[in-house]
């Protein structure tokens, strides 16, 4: 019998089992026709005159170590479109090229946070924020959302959790799970609050350029008094459809990026060579194919929730991102529990909002990352096992 060598393992490391994703995949992989309403992978490909860039750059050597922070012309192709989207000026010194932007979060974490210090992070939220604050040895404060600000931040919750041991707040926006996003008069109240109590300030945006109705971003480093203590992260995998190329990155004041950029450095010398150029095709090209798969998600965005509420589910206002945040527990069941019996009875795979740190089982994230069609039939597939769960439920 195999020696089980769990104990051996650091103390840092918190999650010793498989993860619910990993599990749940494996379940898939024994099912047929399974309709993928779980992962945050655009179904979409990346746009032609990206792999194209790809291709040529590979054909013209591009197959070595490049510059340590990234390629110089896509630092200032990644400058020029921050300001272009009302972020704040960046010199293409101030950014850091990275193999995804998760890759962005474990080094932003390790070179800020001490053991003890305490990072802020919305809940639900991503959870790999989670998972870095952890390796560094730092403790997690979850700031709990509800449906009564659509999952979305309050300068007043924020307050509410500042002790003297906080150092650092992190922005999701447009936030994932849920899908919502945080108005711009809220973020300037926050961001007044983060001045107010000396915090550093990680804004996600990578879902930026995926907003719906009159919704938008406001970049945070661009604010009065912000620069200096914002660390702006994004990447081009949602928007570009580019996941599999890995190519995230982040940008910050010169007094922080030099010795973060090192610690990238120690992990990965540089992105693949290959990636970077197609990411500066895509930031330098044209730009209809990143309106042109907005509009598609907000296609399917309308279908779904319509879907949804067809079939007395609520859910949060998905304002961004492409994801809608559903309240199962309508049905009687745990939302864990649902996804199970969704996949292995109606062979829809989705993820329970405790994935993302929920601190209720009630809510499941579901993916516009399939076509209409696919959603319309995840819907029909879901109409029997509701009304199943639901019966067998009802009170007697």
Same mark, same amino acid.
């Given at each position: 019998?195999?020696?089980?060598?769990?104990?051996?393992?650091?103390?840092?490391?918190?999650?010793?089992?498989?993860?619910?994703?990993?599990?749940?995949?494996?379940?898939?992989?024994?099912?047929?026709?399974?309709?993928?309403?779980?992962?945050g992978?655009?179904?979409?490909?990346?746009?032609?005159?990206?792999?194209?860039?790809?291709?040529?750059?590979?054909?013209?050597?591009?197959?070595h170590?490049?510059?340590?922070?990234?390629?110089?012309?896509?630092?200032?192709?990644?400058?020029d479109?921050?300001?272009?989207?009302?972020?704040?000026?960046?010199?293409?010194?101030?950014?850091?090229?990275?193999?995804?932007?998760?890759?962005?979060?474990?080094?932003?974490?390790?070179?800020?946070?001490?053991?003890?210090?305490?990072?802020?992070?919305?809940?639900?939220?991503?959870?790999?924020?989670?998972?870095?604050?952890?390796?560094?040895?730092?403790?997690?404060?979850?700031?709990?959302?509800?449906?009564?600000?659509?999952?979305?931040?309050?300068a007043?919750?924020?307050?509410?959790?500042?002790?003297?041991?906080?150092?650092?707040?992190?922005?999701?926006?447009?936030?994932?799970?849920?899908?919502t996003?945080?108005?711009?008069?809220?973020?300037?109240?926050?961001?007044?609050?983060?001045?107010?109590?000396?915090?550093?300030?990680?804004?996600?945006?990578?879902?930026?350029?995926?907003?719906?109705?009159?919704?938008?971003?406001?970049?945070?480093?661009?604010?009065?008094?912000?620069?200096?203590?914002?660390?702006? #992260?994004?990447?081009?995998?949602?928007?570009?459809?580019?996941?599999?190329?890995?190519v995230?990155?982040?940008?910050?004041?010169?007094?922080?990026?030099?010795?973060?950029?090192?610690?990238?450095?120690?992990?990965?010398?540089?992105?693949?060579?290959?990636?970077?150029?197609?990411?500066?095709?895509?930031?330098s090209?044209?730009?209809?194919?990143?309106?042109?798969?907005?509009?598609?998600?907000?296609?399917?965005?309308?279908?779904?929730?319509?879907?949804?509420?067809s079939?007395?589910?609520?859910?949060?206002?998905?304002?961004?991102?492409?994801?809608?945040?559903?309240?199962?527990?309508?049905?009687?069941?745990?939302?864990?529990?649902?996804?199970?019996?969704?996949?292995?009875?109606?062979?829809?795979?989705?993820?329970?909002?405790?994935?993302?740190?929920?601190?209720?089982?009630?809510?499941?994230?579901?993916? #516009?990352?399939?076509?209409?069609?696919?959603?319309?039939?995840?819907?029909?597939?879901?109409?029997?096992?509701?009304?199943?769960?639901?019966?067998?439920?009802?009170?007697?």
């Amino acid at each position: 019998m195999p020696h089980d060598m769990t104990a051996r393992l650091a103390r840092r490391v918190k999650l010793k089992d498989a993860h619910i994703i990993t599990r749940m995949a494996d379940i898939a992989e024994g099912l047929t026709d399974v309709i993928k309403l779980g992962r945050g992978d655009p179904d979409l490909d990346t746009p032609p005159h990206i792999v194209a860039a790809g291709q040529q750059a590979l054909a013209d050597g591009a197959t070595h170590y490049t510059h340590p922070l990234g390629i110089p012309a896509l630092r200032q192709a990644i400058a020029d479109n921050i300001r272009a989207h009302g972020g704040a000026d960046y010199a293409p010194d101030n950014i850091v090229v990275t193999p995804g932007g998760q890759q962005a979060m474990f080094v932003i974490a390790l070179g800020l946070l001490d053991p003890g210090d305490e990072i802020l992070v919305p809940c639900p939220g991503y959870n790999p924020y989670h998972q870095a604050a952890e390796l560094s040895e730092a403790t997690v404060v979850n700031i709990r959302t509800t449906i009564e600000t659509n999952f979305t931040l309050t300068a007043e919750m924020v307050r509410a959790h500042i002790t003297p041991k906080s150092k650092i707040l992190v922005l999701i926006n447009p936030n994932n799970p849920t899908g919502t996003v945080t108005p711009p008069a809220e973020i300037a109240r926050i961001a007044e609050v983060a001045r107010e109590h000396d915090l550093i300030v990680i804004s996600d945006e990578i879902y930026a350029r995926l907003t719906y109705g009159n919704h938008t971003v406001q970049p945070v480093a661009a604010l009065p008094g912000m620069f200096e203590r914002t660390i702006t #992260l994004s990447g081009l995998s949602k928007a570009y459809a580019m996941t599999g190329w890995r190519v995230g990155y982040f940008a910050g004041p010169p007094s922080l990026i030099p010795a973060l950029a090192e610690i990238n450095h120690a992990f990965a010398i540089s992105t693949a060579a290959v990636s970077q150029h197609a990411a500066l095709a895509a930031l330098s090209g044209p730009q209809d194919c990143v309106e042109e798969m907005r509009q598609t998600y907000d296609e399917r965005r309308r279908v779904l929730c319509d879907g949804l509420a067809s079939l007395g589910i609520p859910h949060a206002d998905p304002q961004g991102a492409f994801y809608v945040y559903a309240d199962v527990s309508v049905t009687g069941v745990p939302a864990s529990i649902f996804c199970e019996r969704l996949l292995r009875d109606a062979r829809v795979l989705a993820y329970p909002g405790t994935i993302y740190g929920d601190y209720v089982d009630s809510y499941v994230r579901l993916s #516009l990352t399939q076509p209409i069609a696919r959603i319309k039939e995840a819907i029909a597939r879901m109409r029997p096992l509701v009304a199943a769960i639901r019966a067998e439920h009802k009170p007697a």
